[in-house]
């Protein structure tokens, strides 16, 4: 059974500027797909960025992009340019490539972006 | 851009009592699920569907939870007798290949 790690419950950053979420997964898989999923105060979960687990090179969409650690199965979230609108709760998650697989997704990191 | 909906956004119900939780998952869409997340905690897989059967549940989907796919179109999640500890915000997600598209989630509450 897959598992996932988040380690850091709560953080804060400043407007403006980078900060770093940490996630660390555990999995025999070879062949698997990992997400940060954003939760704002409506509770709708909002894929940010998606990274396969073949793929050396690291995902990025606009100011989010990802370390992803394959040895280490690390895969944390850098959110650069923070703005008060990325106040939310952030999860990681991890999918099997196998059919109909299921998401299996970590505690969540609070960001907290103040001015 | 094509979206999953879920119906009721909002649903109280006295325990003991039958709640249909309903969604309509992306047209094109092949896959769906239920997860579950009580307030404050991570978000839980409950099950999957795929071909008008159940791929994959579960502990947590028990014999009070069932779900169908009654007209093609939506996709509903039955709980049979509602408990407090039922009292989640519930999500549907779809997919064609990998990545899931959730809905706004149905926020139950049983009282």
């Known amino acids: 059974a897959q598992t996932v790690t988040q380690s850091q419950p709560e953080m804060s950053v400043q407007e403006a500027e980078t900060v770093t979420l940490s996630c660390t997964y555990d999995?025999?898989?070879?062949?698997?797909?990992l997400f940060w999923y954003k939760q704002p105060p409506s509770r709708q979960m909002i894929l940010v960025i998606r990274q396969e687990a073949y793929k050396q090179q690291n995902a990025t969409e606009n100011r989010f992009s990802v370390n992803f650690q394959k040895a280490a199965k690390s895969f944390s979230l850098k959110i650069s340019d923070s703005q008060l609108g990325d106040t939310a709760m952030y999860f990681c998650?991890?999918?099997?490539?196998?059919?109909?697989?299921?998401?299996?997704f970590g505690t969540g990191t609070r960001l907290q972006v103040t001015l | 851009e094509p979206e999953v909906t879920q119906t009721p956004s909002h649903q109280v119900t006295q325990m003991g009592q039958e709640v249909i939780l309903r969604c309509v998952p992306i047209?094109?869409?092949?896959?769906f699920y239920w997860y579950r997340q009580i307030l404050g905690q991570k978000v839980e897989f409950l099950v999957s569907?795929?071909?008008?059967?159940?791929?994959?549940k579960s502990e947590i989907f028990d014999d009070q939870f069932s779900v169908e796919r009654p007209d093609g179109s939506n996709f509903t999640l039955k709980i049979r007798s509602t408990k407090l500890e039922d009292s989640a915000m519930y999500f549907c997600a779809s997919t064609r290949e990998r990545e899931q598209f959730f809905g706004p989630g149905t926020r139950l509450t049983v009282l």
């Open positions: 047209s094109n869409h092949l896959y």
């Open positions: 999995t025999s898989e070879n062949n698997y797909y």
């Open positions: 569907f795929y071909n008008n059967e159940i791929s994959e």
């Open positions: 998650a991890f999918l099997y490539t196998g059919t109909a697989s299921k998401l299996t």
